[in-house]
């Protein structure tokens, strides 16, 4: 079946860096374009960053653009997002999500890691 496993959360200080990881198994993982997706305590989900099933287009949230950087590897079938310059409402629960195939406006995901947490303290 469809899996999808964050890894690399935890708790940074302001300014700090973390990436994340997602590895994902049971499809054919480079046909598929995929996103991180975050949830903040008590908000709603916020689109982060989205990245082309080859790699080779990107697009970021007007929140994150500039300091952070989605990436994937094909071969190893895992996805990245290289967060730099954390700000404290950086911190939330981070997915990984796949696109639907076609994607569909209203409903572009159709499955999602399990989330990993980013906490930005001081």
């Known amino acids: 079946e469809v899996q999808l496993v964050e890894s690399g959360g935890g708790m940074v200080q302001p300014g700090g860096s973390l990436r994340l990881s997602c590895a994902a198994s049971?499809?054919?993982?480079?046909?598929?374009?995929m996103s991180w997706v975050r949830q903040a305590p008590g908000k709603g989900p916020e689109w982060v960053s989205r990245i082309d099933s080859g790699g080779g287009r990107t697009s970021y949230a007007d929140s994150v653009k500039g300091r952070f950087t989605i990436s994937r590897d094909n071969a190893k079938n895992t996805l990245y997002l290289q967060m730099n310059s954390l700000k404290p409402e950086d911190t939330a629960l981070y997915y990984c999500?796949?696109?639907?195939?076609?994607?569909?406006?209203?409903?572009?995901?159709?499955?999602w890691g399990q989330g990993t947490q980013v906490t930005v303290s001081s």
């Open positions: 999500a796949r696109y639907r195939r076609p994607i569909l406006p209203w409903s572009r995901y159709d499955y």
């Open positions: 049971g499809f054919t993982f480079s046909n598929y374009d």
